[in-house]
Nanobody
């Protein structure tokens, strides 16, 4: 089991930028960001494999968000640019500890979760 701690959330104006971080207590195979708005289901945002750095994005954030990682620090980042009011949500990082075939956009594919960090985008 890996402990995950998110940081970097806050209030940002529409069109602005924000950078989220997720520090893991140990190595993971892959990590991802999900978000959940009040009254809605948890939604996939982006995924990255820690060894190779391959990335995958939800269509809603493609071209605006960038996921990256620092293996030396066991840390993942989400650079959010051109944010929109509909991006207001709690953002969660997730970690998968093993390789294999899995759906990157499904919460059930991940073993460990952070506590979430709130992002509010004002219009």
């Amino acid at each position: 089991q890996v402990q995950l701690v998110e940081s970097g959330g806050g209030l940002v104006q529409a069109g602005g930028s924000l950078r989220l971080s997720c520090a893991a207590s140990g190595r993971t195979f892959s990590m991802a960001w999900f978000r959940q708005a009040p009254g809605k289901e948890r939604e996939f945002v982006a995924h990255i494999t820690m060894p190779g750095g391959g990335t995958y994005y939800a269509d809603s954030v493609k071209g605006r968000f960038t996921i990256s990682r620092d293996n030396a620090k066991n840390t993942m980042y989400l650079q959010m640019n051109s944010v929109k009011p509909e991006g207001t949500a709690d953002y969660y990082c997730a970690a998968r500890n093993s390789a294999g075939i899995y759906a990157t956009n499904r919460p059930a594919s991940y073993d460990d979760w952070g506590q979430g960090t709130q992002v509010t985008v004002s219009s």
